[in-house]
């Protein structure tokens, strides 16, 4: 009797509690003028750092799938709207702290640190800071990805990105070397950046240069980010997750290692004109299957070889029921 009040009481409570959301427009009109307001705050005090990323993906090719990251971070988010729409938030006062720590921290480093890349990797920061600041730790547990993320759009300084390319040239250099002397009557040798090429005994001119575009930068960047994203998407044991994410980086390596190796090849055995210009350009992007195949390959790899058991580690068993007649 007991028990059936109570299952009564759950019923009728279950009918009284309002559905979950489901759907961004049940948002409310007033939480879309909220953000509307917040974001117009937003993008006028970061307007200067926003112009310049976009206008790096505009002009440099190396860049230009940045235009990307804030697609995949708002699919990101919509992968969690059930949960995200029916928080229970409230507001963090330390997201508040940081939040204007940010703010008046962008134009110090403007005016005495002068450290360029600070600037946009801070307004991220205080995007995030906006986010604990409005919607707790609650909300910052399904957004602190896609937030994160936007990091792959902003640009390394030059510096950086010319120190992490001329070993990466030296690497292909090396290796399209080394390949390229398994052919007879072919000799290569790798100076630098530079591979210079004697062919049935004709010295080829110009050596084949290495150039910055064929650094590998541009596809490692790119393969990066959407290794993360697939790392992130694929349910799988964080273990997996974390060695899937790790294998993009020789994986980049080795593609732009078969890139420029290739590269040669044409430039030796074809016409050095379809070594450059946009079949250098279709080659590079041909690449990006390849890097896509190797990691698909690693996956299923590793969803054969590594099953989970059972949490008590006992095999499970099919178990066959049969009614029995009365």
């Not at 750092?49 to 790096?56: A, D, L, R």
């Not at 963090?92 to 480093?109: A, D, E, S």
């Not at 792959?152 to 090396?174: C, D, K, N």
Request: proline share 5%; glycine share 6%; with cysteine.
């Amino acid at each position: 009797m007991v028990k059936n009040i109570a299952s009564s009481i759950a019923a009728i409570q279950r009918s009284e509690s309002p559905a979950p959301k489901q759907q961004w427009r049940e948002l409310g009109v007033h939480n879309y003028i909220r953000m509307l307001i917040i974001g117009v705050l937003f993008v006028y005090l970061f307007h200067r750092e926003i112009e310049v990323i976009v206008y790096k993906w505009i002009t440099d090719s190396a860049w230009s799938h940045g235009f990307l990251i804030p697609l995949f971070s708002l699919y990101f988010l919509n992968q969690h709207r059930t949960q995200i729409l029916n928080l229970q938030t409230k507001p963090n006062y330390l997201g508040l702290f940081f939040l204007i720590f940010g703010v008046l921290f962008y134009p110090f480093n403007i005016v005495q640190l002068r450290y360029g890349y600070l600037q946009p990797i801070g307004m991220i920061a205080t995007l995030g800071a906006v986010v604990l600041f409005l919607g707790g730790w609650k909300l910052v547990k399904y957004t602190w990805l896609p937030i994160a993320y936007l990091v792959f759009a902003v640009p390394l300084p030059e510096r950086y990105y010319v120190s992490l390319t001329i070993p990466m040239r030296q690497w292909a250099a090396a290796a399209a070397a080394f390949v390229l002397n398994l052919v007879k009557d072919l000799d290569a040798t790798a100076s630098g950046v530079v591979i210079d090429v004697i062919y049935k005994g004709h010295r080829l001119e110009p050596p084949l240069d290495v150039a910055e575009a064929c650094s590998g930068m541009r596809l490692l960047t790119a393969f990066l980010a959407l290794g993360v994203a697939m790392a992130y998407l694929h349910y799988r044991p964080i273990w997996q997750r974390i060695a899937l994410l790790l294998s993009t980086i020789p994986i980049g390596i080795f593609c732009n290692f078969v890139r420029v190796t290739i590269t040669g090849f044409i430039y030796v055995m074809i016409h050095p004109k379809y070594a450059q210009g946009i079949y250098h350009d279709m080659l590079g992007m041909s690449m990006l299957p390849l890097a896509f195949g190797l990691y698909g390959l690693l996956a299923w790899f590793m969803s054969s070889l590594f099953t989970e058991g059972s949490s008590s580690g006992v095999p499970t068993e099919d178990v066959v029921v049969r009614k029995r007649k009365v």
